[in-house]
């Protein structure tokens, strides 16, 4: 298992807002680690890990605790090659890469996450999941 000895960890409410904060941080923390050459991808795959981490903590939310705020957690780690983005939600439903068609307005994500990706994933933890994207020189 590889050294990756740069981490950076963001918790952000799970509203619309929070994507373009990820998007700004993952832009920021390349650049100063010397990943100026991941920043494009790592906007883009962090804007869509975090936006689908949004729409599944919307199925958190019921009438009786409207007054709780979900979260998302986003991760950067590196090795001073590659970068890992990492997003936790609270939802347990794992992703689905959906086949959509050419009129369909939503559900590129994963397929945009799994063609710019070198690797991507997603696991359980003891509540919610966390969604996972590496991405390198040649991604």
Known sequence: MPAWPLQTHLELGAFPPAVACARGHSAS?????????LTETAKLLT????TNAIRASE??????DAAIVPV??????SDQVSLVIRVWDGHD?????RDVGPDDENGRGLMLVESMAKEWGAYRKET????????GPDS
């Open 59 to 64: 199925r958190l939310t019921s009438a009786a």
């Open 29 to 37: 923390v390349t650049l100063e680690w010397g990943l100026a050459g």
């Open 47 to 50: 804007s869509e890990l975090v």
């Open 72 to 77: 998302v957690h986003v991760w950067l780690v």
């Open 128 to 135: 919610g999941k966390v969604v996972w994207a590496l991405i």
């Open 93 to 97: 439903g794992m992703p689905v890469r």
